[in-house]
Structures are given as C-alpha cells and as structure tokens.
C-alpha cells in the first residue's frame, strides 16, 4: 500500500470532506463531514465524498479548451523567439524536450510538397500581436485526408483555411498555409509556465478525429455511438453499419432552449461519467459561459445571445454560450435543457440541486468562494475565451485558464486538487505525430489508411456501441489528432514532459479509478484509454510540488 | 525669433501610452503630434537602411544595425530592432530641429533579479550630440505587453534634434533587446519657411486691404 493510504483511512458517506488548512502538508480532516450542513455554514470548506478516492486528489477540475493541436502550442517548446516588449520565456535548466517540431521538420517540412500549391510552407511562428487567425477545418473527414496515409504531409490541402489575422506577415497567413503556424512562449506565455512547474503531456491525443461535439462526448462518456434521437437531418451523423448512427460533427443538443431551431440535433444513449458520479454521491458539474439566462452583459445582451468583446482584438464574433459545447446537455440524465438555475451556491454540483449539475461560469467562481468544490468540475469558458480560432484567441483564453488556476491556487482546496487543461479538437492544426490505429472504422468519410478506411478489417479493433449488441460500430476512427494535456497539482510531477499514449478519455479513466466508479462499458473508449497517473507523483504521503504559481493573466508571466 | 539650440539646457521628458498592434483602438500612441514614421510600410526581415526618411530630415541608426521586424508590440505590424548580438542598444535619432519628438520603446529584457533594464534617453543638439538630462527610465511591466513605454521630449525653447537611446544591459536572444516604433516628430518651421509664410502673409493682407478700400 503506498504511504499517502494512510491519510485517507476510512471512507467518508459525507459530501461535507474538509481539507485541513494546512493542506499543503496533503493531510485530509476526515472528521468535520457533515452531510446536513450546507458549506455556507461549514467552518471548513466542503468537498465532495461519498467515497474514498484512491489518490490524494479530491477535486478534479477539467479546463476544456477548444481546437489546438500539440505543436500549435508546444511544437517548440521550450525555446521562444523572446521579440522585444513581448513576455519572455526562459526554460529552467533541466527542462526535458518535447516530441515537437525538429529541425528538418521547421525547414523541410513534408507540407512543402507541392499538392498544397500556394499553401505549401513549413511550420512558422505566429506572434503574440496575431492572437486571432482564421479557423481551420476540423471535420472527421478533411482531418485524417490531411494525414495522407501516415505522410502527414497535406495539412494546408485538407484542412487549412487563411487570413482573418491582425498582422498578415509572412504572407502565407492569407493563404492555407497558415495551418502550419505555431505560437511560442511569448504568445501562450502561461500553459509554457505552467509546463515548467507541472506536467505536460506530448502524447495525448483525440479519442476520434472530428470537430467540438465528438470531443466532449468523449470527454464524458467515450462513446459517440449510440444516437437516440435526431432532428433536421443527420449531417452530423454516420451510419454505424449496425442500425445507428455515430456523431461525427457539431449537431446541437436536441432540447437545449438555446440550440439552433434548424441545425441537425441529436440526443445521446448510453452512460456518461455524470451517471457514474450521481451512482456513487459524489458532487459534479458542468460550468459553462453564457449558462445563466438571466444575466445581462455589460453590452445588454441577455438569454441565449448573451455576447462579450474580446478586450484582446476589440470584437465581438460570437455568443458566449454555444450549445454542440455542452457535453451533458446530450443526455437525458445529465441535462439542463432549461438552464435552469441552481437551487442555492451551497448544493451547486449536488444531487437533488435544480441546476441538475450544469451551470454558469460565474457559478463556479461564486461556489469556489463560498467553501464549495465539487468533487468533479468540467469548466467551458465563455466563447471568446475558450482558444477557437476565429473567434477566441490564446490569449483570451490565458485570461481564462489562469484566473481559474489562480482562484485554486488561493484556496484552502489546493492541496487536493487536480486541473487538467484539455482540448476538444485540434482544429484541423499541423501536428506532426500521428497515433497508432487504435479503432477502426471504415466508411466513405474514413481515409486514414487508404479509401474509405480506417485502420485494416478484420485485423484493427474495432469497438462496439452501447446498443450494438457488441459489433463493432464504424465512425470512431481515433485516436485523432494530437492535442496539448497538462496537469497543474501540487501532486503533479515538476517539469515532466509525459510520453505515455492517452486520449481525451484518459481523464474519465483518471476519476473513475480515482473515485472506484467503475467503467462506462458498451464499447467506450475508458476501457483502453491510456493513465495519466504516470503525470503525478503520488509516491510520498506530502505533495512534492505544494508551492503555488500565481501568473498574471494578461502576460501569462509569474507575478 | 528663431529657435536655437544651446548644449547644457534641459528638454523635458514626458511619458505617454504606447499605440497597441491588436486592432484595438487607440492604435497609434498618445499624445499624437507632428509627423509619424511607424515603419509598418517598410518590408520585414530586412536591414533597415539609416537614410531611409533623409529627404524627411530623419535619421535612423544604431552601431549594432537595425533591422525591420514584424513583431510590433505598438502600433503594428512593423518596429525597427537593434541587432546588438547582447541584447544592448545603442540607437541615434536624429531630426531637424523640433518642438517635440517622441518615441515607442519596447523591451521585455530583465535583471538576474528579474526587473526591468534600465533604459537611458537624452536630446540630441544640432551637432547630434546629447544635451541636457540624461533620463534613467524603465518599462513598465504590469500591461498586456510588458516594456513598452511610450517617451516625448519636448522644449519650448530650444530646438531638439533628436533622441538618443542607450541601453548598456540586456538579454542576448534572437530579437530580444530594444526596440523602437511610432517616431513622432514636430518640426520647428525652417527659417526659409518661415520668411515665405511672413511674405504669404503680407501679401494676403495687401489684398484685404485692396478689397476693404
């Protein structure tokens, strides 16, 4: 049994587990659970445990981000070009090298090849003063065509898009090039901080290629098999080759009193982690920007047009709460269709709670404060904030990501918790590194390795759907691109770069294991889904990397 | 009365804000005066050529050299960097005589203790030679981007005839160092310009008094 067992000796039927105020020590008060009151009323903050966790983390807390590809954001790291006025980036000594962009894959890259006429560039660096470029495409199908049978070499053909970018220098942003454009420290100044003080992963990647929606379903279940129900059409679906359909793109939530009228909606079968959470009485939410219907931002929209101008370009390019987002909102058990608002701050993330574990933003800050973690947070900035290109930028987004980090950091929570900063694509980014075949698929979307295939029949695994009856179901194809995975913790490891193969659903299989849940089963993902245990070191009862890194949110820089 | 320069006399030297290169308005610096030179018309990634706005009365240069860059931490895109292989400076603005000339400075060097460099500014007379205060001056740190400071001197005496910016300590990195951006230049009218405004002038008034009779 290793040590830190020995801290958390006796499960705890209580969602009231207090955090000793000198938590930096790692020792847990088990004896101030108190289910009857609220944390409002508690003299030390709440938790969340209806069981022991198996790990000295009690709080898990996933920043989802949206559409970054690994060497988007740390295909140099950890060497930034340091232009005058812009955040410098020095890596400490000792710094491991990341699975990034070599050399011969900066100057002879096999995007060069001339299929992807005037696109055709090697990797180049985007500066801090060119946060918001064009989105590029992030389709199931156009991602793995970019790929080429493994040559990743017609990214700039297959996904690339180029222009809506403030400065337009090297003049390849204004053509499909600028897929092949990358930010260093002095752009995504705080996730390279962040690296160098915790633990960074160069082999995560999407569970299946595809854009946002694929993402957070499996984010939450590992399963995109298994629609129920669908309306407008099915353009966002494949057939599974059982009778159902796969989600392969960004349908709405079929019910969400913010989906589009008219764009193809679906609802979802299956389990998700809520599922498991709410077997086990452990408290979790959803907090989303834009949520709360009843607030009005300072630029007076309100309800589900709710909008915020980036202070960083100056505009306004889309709604704050955006509904294919929502991973919970898919399924029945799960959802909020309404959004209705919590009952009070104190049983925000319980059971029984009107919000039905999906909130706002501000409402994880606002239970934050009060004394109330839930066991489990997903965390989805509002839109302009959340790193989507085209209408969010890095540095939005480090706005974000830090003044969230920072908040943990200040609270009596720290010395239990876990961030985890994921992303729900790649946005269609280079990315050198491709994955193993793990799922096959083969449909006429599919192309990974030859036409209309994903891996070869009969021989590549091919997992089930949750209603399949245990044959293998088509438009999985994964893993996906590979995507940045960073954990900040006091228990995380010091400057570690991570080479362990996860994907999007290794984070579920982090709090199933962490909590005893069980699996989600029916063919999801969580079953081989890679650990990221191997980023902690839970190997002494005292976290090993207890001081905080406070950064300032517009800089990224240490304060 | 014609303005003249005398070495030992004192411009001032205000701060302003820098113009930010994000599309966010103010683009350009604050205070805005007399004529701008952003740069942003000249081709990146090229050696800047000290002469460039000579037929303007303006010259650019640095010992180390200077060089266009795309990384404008001002108004965008383009800033003039020195290529000093340590991360020093050691630039030279000179202009015909002014009322007022200001520059944006951006810098992002640090100490071992990690604080800002020292940045050191000074007047140029009409010899190009420093004149007056020698101004110890740091970037401020706490902004979006950290050292970018926006400078004037100004004197409603003396003729300026340019800046000269010193920095002797820096970080040595590809493009770190010192920068600059957003010249900004008043010019004192010329003695030959002025004798044709005074003759302009004249002559406007004999007309009135033409028309008035």
Known sequence: M????????????????????????????????????????????????????????????????????????????????????????????GTPAVNGLTPALLTSNPNLNSANGAGAANPFRLNRNQPLTADQNHAYAPEQASFDEGAMDLFPLKTGAGGNISVPYPPVVNTNGLVMG???????????????????????????????????????????????AHLNGTGDEVADGQGNLTLVGDADPIGDVC????????????????????????????????????????NGTTGCNRSTVSPVFGENLSGDYI???????????????????????????LAGDAGNHNYDIHDFFDALAAGNLP????????????????????????????????????????????????????DGWYDHQQAPILNGSFTNQD??????????????????????????????CGPGVRTPLQVISPWAKPNYVDHTLTDQSSTLRFIEDNWNLGRIGGGSFDATAGTINTMFDFSKSTPQNATPLILSPTTGLPQ | MFLTTIAGAAPVLTTGTPGNSYNVPPYGPSPSFGTLYNFDSLTPGTTFAPGTYAAQGVNISSPDGLEVEPYS????????????????ANISIKTFGSEEVGIGIADSDITANGAPVTIYLQALNAGGVGFGTVYAETLPTGGNNPGNGYFVFADSVYDIYGIKITQPVGNASLYSGLAIDDLQVAHTPEPASLALLGVGAIFIGVLRSRRSA
Request: with cysteine; hydrophobic share 35%.
């Open chain 1, 2 to 93: 290793r040590s830190f067992l020995s801290i958390t000796t006796s499960t705890v039927l209580c969602f009231g587990l207090a955090v000793d105020p000198s938590f930096a020590s790692g020792r847990v008060n088990t004896a101030t659970c108190d289910l009857s009151r609220p944390a409002s009323e508690s003299a030390k903050p709440n938790s969340a445990c209806a069981v022991t966790p198996t790990t000295p983390i009690e709080h898990v807390v996933i920043i989802f981000g949206e559409n970054i590809s690994f060497d988007h954001y740390f295909g140099v790291y950890p060497k930034a070009l340091n232009p005058p006025g812009e955040p410098r980036f020095t890596a400490l000594p």
């Open chain 1, 447 to 476: 192309s990974l390795s030859g036409p209309n295939a994903c891996g070869t029949q009969g021989t590549t695994p091919q997992l089930p759907g949750p209603n399949s009856g245990g044959l293998p179901v088509n438009g999985r």
């Open chain 1, 182 to 228: 990358y930010y260093d420290g002095n752009t995504v100044t705080a996730m390279w901080n962040y690296a160098q003080h915790y633990a960074l992963s160069d082999n995560s990647y999407n569970s299946n290629f595809g854009p946002s929606t694929p993402g957070a379903i499996n984010l939450i279940s590992g399963q995109t098999n298994g629609i129920s």
């Open chain 1, 375 to 426: 066991a489990v947070s997903y965390l989805k900035a509002q839109a302009y904030q959340d790193a989507h290109p085209g209408y969010s930028d890095p540095l939005d987004e480090q706005a974000f990501v830090v003044n969230v980090i920072n908040a943990l950091q200040k609270s009596p929570f720290w010395g239990t918790t876990a961030v985890m900063i994921a992303y729900d694509d790649s």
């Open chain 2, 73 to 88: 931490t001002q108004s965008g895109p383009n800033y003039l960097v020195d290529t000093s292989a340590n991360g020093s």
């Open chain 1, 323 to 349: 509904p294919h987002h929502q991973a919970f909102q898919y399924y029945t058990s799960t959802a909020n269709p309404k959004h209705t608002r919590p009952t009070n701050v104190a049983s925000i993330g």
């Open chain 1, 259 to 298: 989906s589009a009228p008219t764009r193809n909606q679906v609802t979802m079968s299956g389990k998700n982690v809520g599922d498991l959470l709410n077997a086990a009485g452990l408290s979790w939410g959803w907090f989303a920007g834009g949520f709360d219907l009843t607030v009005t931002n300072p």
